[in-house]
């Protein structure tokens, strides 16, 4: 049974995020304490703790690859998926398999100031006063400097969010990371970090051009802060909070949905 119940456990890495409102409406602290036990003792070996372990799928925040019901989630942890090395799961119950899908669901609430604040409000402040599409994009609009956001709310939550606007600094994402080159001509050339290996460095500079470098060829290379400013006390918590509310709500369309 352990090894089946692992088993599952890998599905779950082909699963897309499903609306907040679909969470269980008949779980207790019990039920969820009891998936979560389920899964930390089986399916973090794959997924690890927080459930981000498994590329493209973060299971603690909700975002996973295909969208799915609970009971599809049910189903496919219950019947495996055909042609896959994912297989059926004969000897676990049902109840087994919800209560690992209400404990993955529950994770993805998040309670925090998203919830109080005003999208249509945030957008505003996003393309007006915040001027942020001069340095992300956002559908295909705004610059690539900074980084793509259409789907931003898929990877972090409203508190994560707060924090990369009151201070960018503290944590930056692996695909956000700032660098610096400097030529051996003495010529520092600084933007958003593509990729870096043991020969070369590409990065989408200051001016949004692609860049390339050869390590050998350079005087110095490093990581640098990020460009992004930090909203001061000029911007007021319920502004903050529009400003997360509106980014929380950039995510995946929901299956069928037209675009």
């Not at 679909?22 to 969820?32: F, K, R, V, Y």
């Amino acid at each position: 049974m352990r090894k089946s119940l692992l088993s599952a456990a890998l599905t779950l890495a082909g699963l897309l995020a499903y609306p907040l409102a679909s969470i269980a409406q008949h779980e207790t602290g019990a039920d969820l304490f009891s998936g979560e036990q389920v899964f930390q003792n089986l399916c973090a070996n794959c997924h690890g703790i927080d459930g981000a372990l498994v590329p493209n799928v973060d299971l603690g925040h909700g975002v996973f690859r295909q969208p799915y019901t609970d009971a599809q989630l049910v189903t496919v942890i219950l019947k495996g998926i055909p042609n896959t090395p994912m297989p059926g799961n004969p000897t676990m119950s049902e109840e087994q398999a919800q209560l690992v899908v209400d404990y993955l669901r529950s994770r993805a609430v998040d309670s925090s100031s998203a919830l109080a604040g005003d999208a249509a409000k945030g957008r505003a402040l996003f393309e007006g006063r915040g001027d942020c599409l001069s340095c992300h994009m956002v559908a295909g609009q705004g610059s690539p400097l900074g980084g793509e956001l259409t789907r931003i709310g898929d990877s972090r939550t409203a508190d994560e969010l707060t924090q990369s606007l009151r201070a960018p600094n503290a944590v930056v994402q692996p695909n956000q990371r700032s660098y610096a080159v400097t030529t051996s001509a003495g010529t520092t050339i600084s933007g958003r970090l593509l990729n870096r290996d043991a020969f070369s460095v590409q990065l989408l500079d200051d001016t949004g051009k692609l860049r390339s470098f050869t390590l050998a060829d350079l005087r110095e290379h490093t990581f640098v802060a990020s460009p992004m400013p930090a909203l001061g006390a000029d911007w007021m918590d319920q502004d903050i909070a529009d400003l997360v509310a509106y980014l929380a709500s950039l995510r995946a369309p929901a299956q069928g949905a037209k675009p």
